[in-house]
Antibody
């Protein structure tokens, strides 16, 4: 069974940093591209970042470029999101997701971790 | 950036009735479109990919169609567990991968 478990969320002051983790199990993590998607309270879904299986290809939405860094450790079956210079508008539940192939839809989602910037 | 627009914002349907949700892209996304269902307090769940293919385990009452800029998700006979928010997402022209703003399907 595919499982994605996010952790690392919490309350942080504006300008602060936080590192999110996503522990993957139930599949061969090293062969799948992964994503971070966020959802502000009461709002819709917003794609944040993607990383290919080998970390060769990395993409970000414009609003987080230069502040967020996506990475992965295939030996540890883990995905990360380092978030620096946090702003109030970064407040959201952050989901990790496994996509099919490269540059496609998200087939499996974690349960999310809440980041509050205040 | 491809803008995805969903309509209506809220769909009020009686159980057993048919519900039709729309998603429009600001430019062609071919058939690179997915639909997700999200219930309160839960993560999204993949329903449809490649515009019309049901994901594993998705009931046959969910069907979808469209290509280019116009897409439709139909729930043939709404069950109590189908009342949720539905999002479309394009993955043709990215980054960024873009989602619609969602359609809430509520009990009439």
């Amino acid at each position: 069974e595919v499982q994605l478990v996010e952790s690392g969320g919490g309350l942080v002051k504006p300008g602060g940093s936080l590192r999110l983790s996503c522990a993957a199990s139930g599949f061969t993590f090293s062969t799948y591209s992964m994503n971070w998607v966020r959802q502000a309270p009461g709002k819709g879904l917003e794609w944040v970042s993607s990383i290919s299986s080998s970390s060769r290809y990395i993409y970000y939405r414009d609003s987080v470029k230069g502040r967020f860094t996506i990475s992965r450790d295939n030996a540890k079956n883990s995905l990360y999101l380092q978030m620096n210079s946090l702003r109030a508008e970064d407040t959201a539940v952050y989901y990790c997701g496994r996509e099919v192939g490269t540059g496609s839809y998200i087939e499996y989602w974690g349960q999310g971790t809440l980041v509050t910037v205040s | 950036e491809v803008v995805m627009t969903q309509s209506p914002a809220t769909l009020s349907v009686s159980p057993g009735e048919r519900g039709t949700l729309s998603c429009r892209a600001s430019q062609s996304v071919s058939s690179d479109l997915a639909w997700y269902q999200q219930k309160p307090g839960q993560a999204p769940r993949l329903l449809i990919y490649d515009a019309s293919t049901r994901a594993t385990g998705v009931p046959a009452r969910f069907s979808a169609s469209g290509s280019g800029t116009e897409f439709t998700l139909t729930i043939s006979s709404l069950q109590s567990e189908d009342f949720a928010v539905y999002y479309c997402q394009q993955y043709n022209n990215w980054p960024p991968k873009t989602f619609g703003q969602g359609t809430k399907v509520e009990i009439k």
